[in-house]
């Protein structure tokens, strides 16, 4: 979404004062170690999200941006430490300058401000993976899979999925309690309305027939049919009604002496549950082996020899398979009681909020004859009951229940089995009331109780749909991340796998990788040159690791930012990669990310030359720090241009310095020139090339293509391209004759001594026949300057061509 265009750094961290201009380029910072190349990287980091993940992290205790942010010397003036960024919002093009200062390092100061810039700064905010540095890169190859899968979902930000499906679960949870809840809510309240009507169905009819009896003695309108919507009392004068009525209260007590003695059902359930229970204390094991049984069903799908939970590795397959599969038969025994357990609990909790519900009915029974010791004694044990439920809802809980459940599974108080005879002779002793009275109290109890059902019906109602909702959106939400989970992995298991072969096509172009997120863990084997499937350190050298986990990062960043992934900070990160793999590794960043502004920093110099003359970065995009200070920072050449610096030792008489560089230059860009020509150098197993070597290898191929360029042009007839070769031609013949008359002055042989007797007028002819020279091998368009390069193998060569197109000869005849 943004790309830089320039920095500036004023003391913070190890830089005192560093200005870059990037524009919109990939570019390069190459120094020794300690030249404060990550400074910039910081830098970066710092602008864009107001943090420095270096000093974050594992092993950073202590650290913090406010303290060590600032450079040393200002390590108590946060003020002065501050990054600015000239960013470009890639889609609008507007550009603003970003500031941060590290004592306000959670806010920024963007000019101009506009509603784009402001939306890509807070998004580059959330997005701090763009940038990776060396210590990051194995953490996607060389981990652990459980930390692996941790590395890659905060990446991709999928640490969101799972706290989502978590979340989920959680609402299943608890709507599915609701729902239990009023469930039992409503099973109570019917209950009761049952016993008041004396039915044993709630059947509108029934229910109308009995309620108009009684409303028929009070000379009120019968109703047509009872709905949840009815009132019973309809008709009777304001303040009219009695909340007692005699034989109601009468059913409610004989019912809850009747429960103080334990049914059959109850008794049954508690020898189910007590024989479960005592199966476990005999052999507490299985009850581990039901926690592992998920993970035990997850091993068996495996194909390799190591353990699912701590990867621990086993003599074989087939060993393994036979140890999770008796683990499995175990747990299956331990699933199949858990069952039994289940049903037996469910049967117990039933009746028990069955006497519960009749407790309740009964307390303002004793509250009206003023038994007010039985009515809280009443509360007590309704309390009691009410724990005990709670208790057999965990098995370990429920384990501490064993004596209750072979006993007195009710444990009805004394002074509840005294009480309750005692509460039940007074009712009877009561008056008969009234034929109208009675008919007044008995529906205005029913009038309670219906609304008692009619609202626990609703809320079990609502209570129900919201579990409902809960289960769907939970399975959806599981069906639709498995999918995209499967589709993502994959879709970065093939990019991964592409991008690798382009790195090391001449040795491992069939190489392929397989990601396997299992229970928590991403597992990662890559192909062995068709030996196998291994993971990446059995037998990959660490260059090919560093190789492997750079694809890796760029397969997860593409997926993850698509469109937005316009700028990536790679800190030293293919440190161990060979020379050549490095080549086409510039191949792949300009081939597959075209769009994307790289920022590299790297110690090599041979691998920032690589990238220049790649055509990766331009001449112009390349930073060189040579050296660091506390008190200076880096010390600092504004690009590489080795021209301008052999000019400035030039026009101080300084031509030992300027003669050291040319040559430094020339046997690091012929050495780049000779393996895009292909040109043949006698093989040094000392690596020590004579520079004489490569000019040889490089005039003689370069003849020897323009040749076969000249032959093609004549194959085809086409007249320009023979007249542009017979024009190279003419050019190549005075450039190689002009540094062929200078070529002694840069023998490696000639003497200091020969050096300071050399003026700086002496020496400017053989910088210019050498520059003239190299000119033969540049891109003529300024914007590339790249090397030029063979297309196609020995002796079947197809162009002779720079990265952008600009030069390009046809190297095949008609």
Same mark, same amino acid.
């Given at each position: ?65 406010? *303290? ?66 060396? *210590? ?5 190859? =060389? ?6 899968? %941790? ?60 309620? =108009? ?48 003695? %334990? ?54 397959? =087939?060993?393994? *398979? ?38 309740? @009915? ?346 076969? @360029? ?28 002009? %540094? ?75």
């Amino acid at each position: 979404m943004i790309q830089i265009k320039a920095i500036r750094i004023q003391e913070f961290r190890g830089i005192r004062e560093l200005d870059l201009n990037l524009n919109q380029q990939s570019f390069v910072v190459f120094g020794p170690n300690g030249s404060g190349k990550s400074g910039v990287v910081d830098a970066i980091d710092f602008a864009l999200t107001g943090n420095v993940a270096r000093l974050t992290g594992a092993g950073t205790g202590g650290l913090s941006v406010l *303290r060590h942010g600032p450079h040393v010397h200002q390590r108590d003036n946060p003020d002065a430490a501050r990054v600015s960024l000239t960013i470009v919002h890639v889609p609008s093009g507007q550009e603003a300058v970003l500031t941060r200062c590290v004592r306000t390092a959670d806010q920024y100061v963007l000019m101009p401000s506009t509603p784009e810039l402001e939306d890509a700064v807070a998004w580059a905010a959330q997005h701090p993976e763009v940038t990776l540095a060396r *210590r990051e890169v194995m953490k996607y190859v =060389n981990a652990e899979p459980g930390k692996r899968a %941790q590395e890659v979902q905060a990446l991709l930000k999928l640490d969101r999925v799972d706290e989502t499906r978590r979340l989920l679960r959680t609402a299943l949870t608890q709507t599915s309690r609701s729902a239990s809840e009023a469930a039992s809510e409503v099973s109570g309240a019917e209950d009761a309305m049952r016993r008041h009507l004396d039915l044993t169905t709630l059947l509108a009819p029934e229910m109308t027939d009995v309620v =108009n009896r009684h409303r028929e003695l009070l000379g009120l309108d019968p109703l047509a049919i009872i709905t949840e919507q009815t009132n019973l009392k309809e008709g009777l004068a304001s303040g009219d009604g009695i909340s007692f009525n005699r034989v109601s209260a009468l059913r409610d007590v004989t019912a809850l002496r009747e429960a103080t003695s %334990q049914s059959d059902t109850l008794t049954s359930a508690a020898k189910e549950l007590v024989d479960a229970l005592r199966k476990l204390e005999d052999d507490p094991g299985i009850l581990d082996a039901l926690r592992h049984r998920q993970l035990v069903e997850i091993g068996l799908l495996l194909t390799e020899s190591t353990c699912p939970l701590c990867d621990q590795s086993w003599q074989g397959e =087939n060993s393994l *398979r036979d140890h999770l599969s008796a683990k499995l038969v175990r747990s299956q025994a331990a699933a199949d009681l858990q069952r039994a357990m289940r049903s037996a609990t469910d049967m117990l909790t039933t009746e028990l909020k069955t006497v519960r519900g009749l407790i309740q @009915a009964s307390q303002p029974h004793a509250a009206t004859l003023h038994r007010n010791t039985l009515h809280t004694d009443l509360g007590s044990w309704g309390t009691d009951l009410t724990m005990l439920e709670t208790q057999l809802g965990s098995v370990d809980t429920a384990r501490c229940q064993l004596d209750r459940l072979t006993g007195d599974i009710l444990s009805v108080p004394a002074a509840v089995a005294t009480g309750l005879p005692d509460l039940q002779a007074a009712v009877e002793a009561l008056p008969d009331q009234t034929a109208t009275k009675a008919a007044e109290s008995f529906l205005t109890v029913a009038q309670e109780r219906w609304k008692r059902v009619r609202q626990g019906r609703a809320r079990r109602t609502k209570a129900a749909s919201a579990n409902k909702t809960a289960q769907t959106v939970y399975e959806t939400f599981n069906e639709v991340a498995d999918a995209a989970l499967t589709a993502l992995y994959k879709s970065v298991e093939d990019d991964f796998s592409n991008y690798y072969r382009q790195i090391n096509s001449d040795d491992e172009s069939t190489f392929k990788a397989g990601l396997a997120p299992t229970a928590g863990k991403l597992g990662l084997e890559v192909d062995f040159y068709g030996l196998g499937m291994f993971p990446p350190m059995a037998y990959h050298s660490e260059g090919h690791q560093d190789g492997m986990g750079v694809c890796l990062y760029l397969a997860l960043i593409d997926q993850l930012l698509r469109s937005n992934f316009r700028l990536a900070v790679l800190d030293d990160v293919v440190t161990s990669v060979d020379a050549n793999h490095r080549r086409n590794f510039c191949k792949l960043l300009k081939d597959f990310f075209p769009d994307v502004q790289f920022i590299i920093t790297t110690h090599d110099e041979v691998w920032a030359r690589q990238m220049q003359s790649s055509g990766l970065v331009g001449r112009r995009s390349l930073a060189r720090l040579h050296g660091w200070t506390v008190d200076g920072g880096p010390v600092f050449g504004k690009g590489t241009d080795i021209w301008s610096q052999i000019e400035a030792d030039l026009a101080i008489d300084n031509v030992p310095g300027a003669a050291h560089k040319l040559r430094r230059n020339l046997e690091a860009e012929l050495s780049d020139i000779a393996a895009g020509l292909q040109g043949q150098v006698v093989f040094r197993p000392d690596n020590s090339y004579d520079l004489n070597a490569f000019f040889s290898a490089v005039k003689g191929r370069h003849g020897e293509l323009l040749k076969k @360029a000249a032959a093609s042009a004549n194959s085809w007839n086409n007249d320009s391209v023979k007249a542009q070769v017979e024009a190279m031609k003419a050019q190549r013949a005075e450039s190689i004759s002009e %540094q062929d008359g200078e070529n002694w002055a840069i023998n490696k042989l000639v003497h200091n001594n020969d050096w300071a007797t050399m003026s700086r007028a002496d020496f400017e002819p053989v910088v210019d026949a050498c520059r003239q020279f190299l000119g033969l091998f540049t891109c003529p368009n300024a914007a590339c300057g790249a090397w030029i390069e063979v297309d196609g193998p020995p002796g079947n060569e197809t162009a002779l061509r720079c990265p952008c197109g600009a030069y390009n000869l046809n190297l095949r005849k008609k």
